[in-house]
RNA sequence: GCGAAGGUGGCGGAAUUGGUAGACGCACCAGACUUAGGAUCUGACGCCGCGAGGCAUGAGGGUUCGAGUCCCUCCCUUCGCACCA
């Protein structure tokens, strides 16, 4: 053994020794129980970052844990590897997307390797590859036939000056960012997947996930979007024609206080009124060069304008305006609702702002209306009751719903109806880098898909995108084929896959990933569900939707068994760091934290910082770490310099893994000082005698620590066993220099524990020390029950819920002698002073509290 | 705007069910060893107070013998919002 910890070398001889025996080879064992643990896998960005690092070391982790508690376990990896940032790539450097990301796969493939992450890197996939994406076509060309996939509008981004449809992230405040030319909204003929089809059991089936966090389970739930209500019918005239005008609601209850109502710019009403109206038609324009993202259209000003068309209500017969609203959305329920201003906050601001009659319907008992004062209340379904609405007067919320509900259906004017929140997945995209849509347009047969035999549609790999719309629409070797019904010459579709589409079945495909004759086969069978999925919380609710909806699809087409991909799930946080800029003439100037000393007062807050060569920065707060404010730590360096255990440690150790991650580099260097010190006491147990000396105390520590350590990676608080590993690291230094029967036990138990985070000084030091060849089949440690044994018990002492001692009391002390001894301590005496005993609370275990 | 989560020392965090608030670390401070130390080791370390003691888990209120944990009101931060992945 070395007498200095050098990682460098230490982690060299553990890889080779993996890789010389295969050791991570997985292999179909029905035999053993199975566990399939997988992280969500990278995007080929160029190298890898902190986000990365912690999610494949807690991955890791769970994998080498379980592999030592007996489980035949399957950690593979691979590559997103289509996607948008090739192609920004490919325009600024001349080079075509695919080599840009197959070099960037190479990087980062090595890097993982120095992570010495337990992976089968026999099953590495790369979406971008054919052998891979021809199975998106071949289940896209199925669903094709089944109806799942069905051609429609939809809106998208368009950059009017590039003539190129942009994605939302590359639309920056209204405008195209490399162009800067306002956005227009434009209506495209795109393909879409039903997922609607399966929205209820989408919904329904979040009740068999007990091993997902509840808060993801909430916000799919909310994102599918199950609401019971009412479609209503407004009936209405048009060019002497007898129409109606849809809507749906949730409070069917209000319709008596509807006072108008609101269409979204795309409705037909609105396009036929801006037609003789040119303000109309301005404004009308105005709404469709909006944004097309959610959360920006819910925050702007809601504004409107009359259309001068009036429909009938359904009950009363009253003469309701119809208005253009610009919060009104196209995309949901009919496109347009009913403004009831005394019951919805959104109907009550436009009803003030643009002078239109608020009537109160629903009262609550002992509160007051103010038509100038909006009140939570006047939403209050569970305690309000209808008013001055006829004959439903008096009636409660569910009373008043089927009622009213009831008189329209007689009347042809309404029905109940489910309504969901979720859309139907568009998945065309206007670009290169990405799966090709098997569809052939042809003249007479129309929308064909391309037959099995044909596939896969290969995307060529040589081309360069400019930014100007997708290359391959100017690639007549590609766009021109045959229909395959008919023969004649036909139109290939240049549209791409959304790269979701990818990222939604890949963990079947690590079951089979050779398998070039079905998109997966039976072995997919034996390894799905995925037992355990990490990755990020930005991942909640789009990417884990769409596996889940895939994942149906396949069952569907008979291959695959199970309903739902992913039994356990941890989603970790975010890694952020501290950003520090530097004004230069009113542009920021960020300076990465490591060029930045900062001072700090008394308490240590930061009084000010600056650069190594003394130019003032500004110290920006926390956030995640990102190019754009140049705080990002690389890894690599993090690994040069300490070995990739350190980095390993540091990660596990500084927050729970679903907690956000502060990133500091003074903690990094505590991290490879207790690996420093394992080292040093390895090295010392090594030369040291043997010995039979027990130590009874420092044993029952140990194994008391194990005990909740074992807890913690139950519950998944991985922070704490690194914790754990230091607390039996501390009792271990304690103990006498000889190496005594305790020592031997606790340092077993404490390379075993810590083997799943630091893999490699622990197969290290396990070998060197004779515990044994390979510390993986070591069999995990548990407390013995022997040493947890104690013959006295130290309780605390409180007087009116404060502390005033401590007392010990035999093990097996009933409640009246526990009483007894806790009224004779002296200190317990003093806060009591003669004053009366009114109680004496007394929790086994724990506490006694006496109340005076 | 809507949906979700979270606020505990100077910092990261700990505290299974309501039962000793601050485990384990980082930083800072003092000391030892040393030619030297940014290596290593030892000790101290929430705030106020000389002390006895008091006060502290974002703010304010409540329930309880006892609240970081449960309830109500408010404030702040982070994530998602359908074409970033």
């Known amino acids: ?155 998208v981004n368009w950059d009017p000056v590039d003539q190129t449809v942009l994605a939302n992230e590359q639309v920056i405040e209204g405008r195209g960012w490399r162009t800067g030319a306002p956005v227009e909204k434009r209506e495209i003929p795109m393909y879409f997947l039903r997922i609607t089809a399966y929205a209820e059991e ?43 005008l849809w809507v749906f609601t949730t409070r069917a209850d209000t319709l008596m206080g509807a006072t108008f109502m609101a269409v979204a710019a795309e409705h037909p009403i609105a396009e036929h009124a801006a037609q003789h109206d040119p303000k109309l038609r301005a404004f009308v324009e105005e709404c469709k060069r909006g944004a097309v993202m959610e959360a920006e259209l819910a925050q702007i000003e809601k504004k409107g304008m009359p259309t001068g068309i009036s429909v009938t209500h359904p009950l009363t017969g009253e003469s309701l305006p119809v208005w253009v609203g610009n919060y009104v959305l196209m995309g949901y329920g009919e496109g347009a609702v009913m403004g009831v201003p005394a019951h919805d906050e959104r109907d009550f601001a436009f009803a003030l702002s643009y002078r239109l009659p608020i009537r109160q319907v629903i009262a609550v008992a ?26 439903y007067d008096g009636l409660a919320y569910q009373a008043a719903v089927d009622a009213i509900a009831d008189d329209l259906s007689a009347k042809g004017l309404g029905e109940k109806q489910v309504q969901w929140r979720l859309r139907d997945w568009g998945i065309s995209r206007q670009r290169y880098w990405g799966c090709p849509i098997p569809i052939v347009h042809c003249p007479s047969c129309g929308d064909v898909p391309v037959p099995d035999e044909e596939l896969p549609v290969k995307l060529p790999e040589h081309l360069v995108p400019d930014g100007t719309g997708n290359p391959l629409a100017r690639l007549p070797e590609f766009y021109e084929t045959r229909c395959p019904s008919c023969g004649q010459s036909a139109k290939r579709e240049t549209d791409t896959m959304d790269t979701f589409v990818d990222s939604s079945w890949y963990f079947a495909r690590y079951a089979c990933p050779d398998q070039d004759r079905a998109m997966v086969d039976a072995r997919a069978k034996y390894w799905m569900p995925v037992d355990q999925y990490i990755g990020g919380i930005e991942h909640a609710i789009l990417h884990l939707l769409y596996s889940r909806f895939f994942q149906r699809l396949m069952r569907d087409e008979g291959l695959l068994d199970v309903a739902e991909p992913f039994t356990n799930l941890l989603t970790q946080g975010m890694v952020l760091a501290e950003s520090y800029y530097r004004d230069a003439e009113g542009r920021r100037e960020w300076v990465h934290p490591s060029e930045v000393e900062v001072e700090r007062d008394a308490k240590g807050k930061i009084v000010s910082a600056r650069t190594r060569d003394g130019k003032d920065v500004v110290y920006d707060g926390i956030g995640t770490m990102s190019k754009s404010k140049n705080n990002g730590v690389d890894p690599q360096a993090l690994i040069d310099k300490y070995g990739a255990d350190t980095a390993r440690f540091y990660i596990i150790f500084a927050s729970p893994p679903t907690n956000t991650l502060e990133w500091s580099d003074e903690s990094v260097e505590g991290s490879y000082r207790f690996l420093k010190r394992l080292w040093s006491y390895g090295l010392k147990f090594s030369r040291a005698e043997k010995s039979q000396s027990l130590h009874k105390e420092l044993r029952f520590e140990i194994h008391s620590v194990l005990r909740q350590a074992n807890y913690d990676l139950s519950r998944y608080q991985f922070n704490t066993v690194a914790s754990a590993a230091m607390k039996i690291l501390n009792a271990l230094e304690r103990l006498p220099a000889d190496r005594g029967a305790t020592a031997e036990e606790g340092l077993s138990i404490l390379l075993r524990l810590l083997s799943p985070i630091t893999p490699h000084v622990c197969h290290y030091l396990w070998r060197d020390l004779q515990f044994g060849q390979d510390i993986m089949r070591a069999p995990w440690p548990e407390p013995d029950p022997a040493a947890l044994e104690q013959d006295e018990v130290e309780l605390v002492v409180q007087v009116n819920g404060k502390l005033r001692g401590s007392i010990k009391v035999p093990k097996a002390a009933d409640r009246a002698a526990i009483e007894g001894i806790a009224l004779a301590n002296p200190n317990v005496q003093k806060f009591v002073g003669g004053q009366d005993v009114k109680k004496v609370v007394v929790v086994p275990g724990r506490l006694v509290n006496v109340v005076v």
């Open 366 to 391: 002992g509160e007051a209306f103010d038509d100038q004062q909006w009140k939570p209340w006047y939403e209050d379904k569970e305690h309000g009751a209808c008013v001055n609405s006829g004959r």
């Open 202 to 244: 989408l919904l329904a089936a979040l009740e068999s996930l007990p091993g997902w966090p509840e808060q993801v389970k909430l916000m799919q739930k909310n994102w599918i979007g199950r609401s019971e209500g009412v479609r209503i019918g407004f009936p209405y005239q048009l060019e002497n024609q007898e129409r109606v």
């Open 1 to 155: 053994m070395q007498d200095a910890y050098d990682p460098t070398a230490v982690e060299r001889e553990a890889q080779r020794f993996w890789a010389d025996r295969a050791s991570f080879r997985s292999v179909e064992d029905p035999a053993k129980p199975k566990f399939y643990c997988l992280s969500m896998f990278p995007y080929p960005s160029g190298k890898l970052h902190m986000g990365h690092v912690r999610n494949y070391t807690i991955g890791d982790v769970l994998t080498r844990h379980y592999r030592m508690r007996g489980y035949n376990v399957l950690q593979p990896m691979g590559w997103d590897a289509f996607g948008l940032p090739a192609e920004n790539a490919a325009m600024a450097n001349k080079v075509p997307p695919a080599r840009w990301t197959y070099s960037n796969i190479a990087t980062m493939k090595g890097q993982l390797k120095s992570l010495g992450l337990a992976l089968d890197w026999e099953r590495e996939l790369a979406t971008c590859k054919p052998e891979y994406y021809r199975w998106n076509q071949w289940l896209f060309t199925r669903l094709f036939r089944k109806g799942l996939a069905y051609k429609k509008t939809g809106v």
